[in-house]
Structures are given as C-alpha cells and as structure tokens.
C-alpha cells in the first residue's frame, strides 16, 4: 500500500475545546467516542466548537430558538465570535430548512457580508460533526500542505495532457 493510502487510513484525531454549555451535548459525546480530546472552557463564547491546531472555529446555533428568542443578542455574539476567530463558520443547525430558516440565514448573511463568518445550514447532530471533522482536517496544517501538493501536482497534470497545450507546443516548433 503507498504511503498516502496509509494516511488516509490511518485514523486522525485532535484536540476541541468547547463551551462548557456544550459538555451534556450530543456533539461532545461523539467527539469523545471517536476518542478526540475534548476540553471545556467558561472563556468561549456560549456554543463554540474550537480545533485550534486546524485554526477553525464553529458557533452552533438553532434554527427554531432564533426565530423565538430574537437574533440581535445573537447577532453581537456573532460579532464577538468573528472578532476573536479569523477562520470562522456558523453551524445553523434546523431539521428542515423551510422559508423562516432561510430567512434567517439571509439576515445573518447580510448582516455579517464581508466578513470571515461562512454560514452552513445541517439537519442532525451526526452531519454536524461530520462537516466539522471533515473542515477541521483538511485545514490541519500537515493535510493542507498535502492537499495544496496534490492540486498543484493534478493541475500540473491537467495543463500537460490539454490539447490546448499540446496545439501551443506544436505552433510553436511551427514557428521556429
């Protein structure tokens, strides 16, 4: 087996702090039956999800409780979250995303355009977890340096076999 299928085998695992508001969360159960190391800390904002060796941090949040409780008091914790996390993703989490739901991301949207908060609707718990793990690992430093070499190395590839290339290549020893 090469050495890259063995990476991708192995399995990888990584340290999370979370709000300590998430410590009974079905999330936290998950990360820490896939045996990550789960830390809890009072110092971040209420519902943060931190892989800090990736540098990516999440804020979950409910559809349906923003539609109750009103958005501005969530909208300044929004704006205390992308203050302190340069690499910043609101997890909007609703088991249908209906015409409210899309809504209120539209008003999150506008609110935050411009700035380093990506917004990504999820159903379930698991999904959520899954994006999380899955952004969290393609952003961890050994893995982006090797995915950055794998697409240099495929679009090396692509500009070689193009028969564009190929026709340029033979116009030019036309031309000489």
Known sequence: ??????????????????????????????????QHRVRYSESVE?????????????ILADAQDLLTTGEEQFFKRIQKFIKIHRNSFLVLSAALHGPEEWDVMFRIQ????????????????????????????????????????KMAMTKAQIIENSPIW???????????
């Open 1 to 34: 087996m090469t050495e890259s299928g063995e990476q991708e085998q192995s399995r990888w695992i990584t340290t999370v702090i979370m709000s300590t508001a998430l410590q009974n969360h079905e999330i936290s159960t998950i990360l820490q039956r896939q």
């Open 46 to 58: 209420i519902g943060s999800v931190i892989f800090s060796l990736s540098g990516v941090a999440f």
């Open 110 to 149: 506008t609110r935050f355009l411009g700035s380093n908060l990506r917004i990504i609707p999820v159903h379930n718990t698991p999904e959520t977890v899954k994006l999380m793990l899955t952004i969290a690992k393609v952003t961890s430093k050994p893995r982006a340096d090797d995915i950055r070499h």
């Open 166 to 176: 190929k026709m340029r290549q033979e116009y030019q020893l036309h031309c000489n």
